[in-house]
């Protein structure tokens, strides 16, 4: 097969792909290998999802972060893309016989709910309140139990770096409502401005620059 097109985008790109990495490597440490993973799986693009992994291994990120991250993005890109990148994942663990330990969790079951209302309050059941047939109960009901309770009470990372990667994932979704929301509670949970800027900065080549200009405009609004 002949890659001949895609060998000279690779060329062309090349630069791009450098020069933001070279420029945020001055403002982030791990996230600029974990932000393009989050980027490959959001988007349902996993042909480049190993060689991402092995690179994050070779920076000393921990399996177990790796997974973590990709698990809590179920939520927002949902299951199927999240097994498309876990297998994909894996598949790497496997060649570098790797292994998962048991995680730590919160001995509140209600740590994430708790979470929840302390960022976001009632914002969620506010705006569905209105929907038929009991749905307006039942969505909030199942985002505060499969999001929030589900995966903020895993210890594997902090509920700072939880509200930094979903909003993210969200920018990487272009989902303009939810990435308000989100940038005021990932700097409520302790981001600061620049951090989330120069995060989604690293996002750059994988969405564009009119995702990137839209959301960084968000965070500085949020943040003033």
């Given at each position: 097969?002949?890659?001949?097109?895609?060998?000279?985008?690779?060329?062309?790109?090349?630069?791009?792909?450098?020069?933001?990495?070279?420029?945020?490597?001055?403002?982030l440490?791990?996230?600029?290998?974990?932000?393009?993973?989050?980027a490959?799986?959001?988007?349902?693009?996993?042909?480049?999802?190993?060689?991402?992994?092995?690179?994050?291994?070779?920076?000393?990120?921990?399996?177990?972060?790796?997974?973590?991250?990709?698990?809590?993005?179920?939520?927002?890109?949902?299951?199927?893309?999240?097994?498309?990148?876990?297998?994909?994942?894996?598949?790497?663990?496997?060649?570098?016989?790797?292994?998962?330990?048991?995680?730590?969790?919160?001995?509140?079951?209600?740590?994430?709910?708790?979470?929840?209302a302390?960022i976001?309050?009632?914002?969620?059941?506010?705006?569905?309140?209105?929907?038929?047939?009991?749905?307006?109960?039942?969505?909030?009901?199942?985002?505060?139990?499969?999001?929030?309770?589900?995966?903020?009470?895993?210890?594997?990372?902090?509920?700072?770096?939880?509200?930094?990667?979903?909003?993210?994932?969200?920018?990487?979704?272009?989902?303009?409502?939810?990435?308000?929301?989100?940038?005021?509670?990932?700097?409520?949970?302790?981001?600061?401005?620049?951090?989330?800027?120069?995060?989604?900065?690293?996002?750059?080549?994988?969405?564009?620059?009119?995702?990137?200009?839209?959301?960084?405009?968000?965070?500085?609004?949020?943040?003033?």
């Amino acid at each position: 097969m002949n890659n001949e097109a895609v060998e000279n985008f690779n060329e062309l790109s090349a630069s791009w792909l450098n020069d933001v990495d070279v420029h945020c490597a001055a403002h982030l440490e791990n996230d600029r290998l974990i932000i393009p993973l989050i980027a490959g799986t959001v988007q349902g693009v996993t042909d480049q999802i190993k060689d991402l992994t092995k690179k994050a291994l070779a920076a000393q990120i921990k399996p177990e972060v790796i997974v973590e991250v990709i698990y809590q993005l179920a939520p927002v890109a949902g299951i199927l893309r999240v097994k498309a990148a876990l297998s994909e994942i894996q598949q790497v663990f496997d060649e570098e016989n790797l292994t998962l330990p048991p995680i730590l969790v919160e001995e509140d079951p209600e740590f994430g709910a708790k979470v929840q209302a302390e960022i976001y309050g009632t914002e969620i059941k506010n705006l569905l309140k209105d929907l038929p047939a009991k749905a307006g109960n039942f969505i909030p009901q199942a985002l505060t139990e499969h999001f929030f309770n589900d995966f903020y009470g895993r210890k594997v990372l902090s509920v700072k770096e939880r509200e930094r990667y979903e909003l993210l994932a969200l920018i990487t979704l272009n989902v303009d409502f939810q990435i308000k929301a989100h940038a005021r509670g990932s700097l409520k949970a302790g981001n600061s401005e620049a951090e989330l800027i120069w995060s989604v900065i690293q996002l750059l080549p994988y969405v564009g620059f009119p995702f990137v200009v839209n959301s960084v405009q968000i965070i500085h609004q949020a943040a003033n």
